[in-house]
């Protein structure tokens, strides 16, 4: 059974940082393409990064230069640093990973305010 388990996300300042992480499991985690996506409230859930197995890396626009993505193959584990916060950027952030099929966390909740 794969699990995808997002941690790290709370309450930060406009301007500050965060690291979201997302241990998986059941998944052979070198081979998948992972990702993360956000939903804010009344919204759809959009793409805000994504990682290939070979790491290379694809940014939403507005995320571009403030959003990092990474992978550590050795710990199964996905993470996106957020720096340059800012109050659009709340919202709950999914872990989303795909090895032919998808599969998605629960979500960790991210809110930019002061």
């Known amino acids: 059974q794969v699990q995808l388990v997002e941690s790290g996300g709370g309450l930060v300042q406009p301007g500050g940082s965060l690291r979201l992480s997302c241990a998986t499991s059941?998944?052979?985690?070198?081979?998948?393409?992972m990702g993360w996506y956000r939903q804010a409230p009344g919204k759809q859930r959009d793409l805000v990064a994504t990682i290939t197995r070979y790491g290379s890396t694809h940014y939403e626009d507005s995320v571009k230069g403030r959003f990092t993505i990474s992978r550590d193959n050795a710990k199964n584990t996905v993470y996106l640093q957020m720096s340059s916060l800012k109050p659009e950027d709340t919202a709950v952030y999914y872990c989303?990973?795909?090895?032919?099929?998808?599969?998605w966390g629960q979500g960790t909740q991210v809110t930019v305010s002061s």
């Open positions: 059941g998944l052979i985690f070198s081979l998948a393409a």
């Open positions: 989303y990973a795909r090895d032919g099929r998808n599969y």
